[in-house]
């Protein structure tokens, strides 16, 4: 039985998906739970359609991100941080003090959108972390931390 998915199905597909399941298992359980429909011809004909528009406003999303990519990939990062012996940072370096930082250089990400490479960040040094604009737009972005004066 051919389903098209309304909604995320583990192990089966994904929102928008045309997938072929066993006949009791679209029948009794995943179209009386609104997570699919049948997949009628009229039914393929909307799904096409939806997934054309769908593209055409994820193309200017993509630009936009890939745009922002661009100019974050220009930026030459130095944070500065207090220290004790030896390279030790008093406290650390997160994602939210690399977003803030990013925001000065008119580059807004949101934090949950940044993986700093081994976690927070307690020594001086070079660091890398990636930013994600999208899910297509990921940058590996590297930095630095430096001992403040």
């Known amino acids: ?14 929102t928008d998906d045309l997938v072929s399941v066993k006949n009791g298992y679209g029948r009794n359980f995943l179209i ?8 009628t011809p009229s039914a393929k004909k909307v799904l096409a359609e939806n997934l054309k528009q769908r593209a055409y ?12 990519a661009e100019k974050a990939k220009e930026i030459d990062l130095k944070i500065t941080s207090k220290t004790g012996t030896g ?25 949950k959108f940044i993986t700093i490479l081994g976690g927070n960040i307690k020594r001086l040094g070079q660091y890398d972390a990636k930013l994600r604009f999208h899910r297509d737009v990921i940058l590996d972005f590297s930095f630095e931390v430096i001992a403040e004066s």
């Open 87 to 111: 390279d030790k940072l008093f406290g650390s370096i997160t994602t939210a003090d690399l977003k803030d930082h990013l925001a000065k250089h008119e580059v807004d990400i949101d934090k």
């Open 1 to 14: 039985m051919e389903i098209i998915l309304k909604k995320d199905v583990d192990n089966v597909g994904f």
């Open 32 to 39: 009386p739970q609104g997570l699919a429909v049948l997949a």
């Open 57 to 68: 406003k994820e193309k200017k999303v993509i630009d936009e991100a890939k745009t922002r």
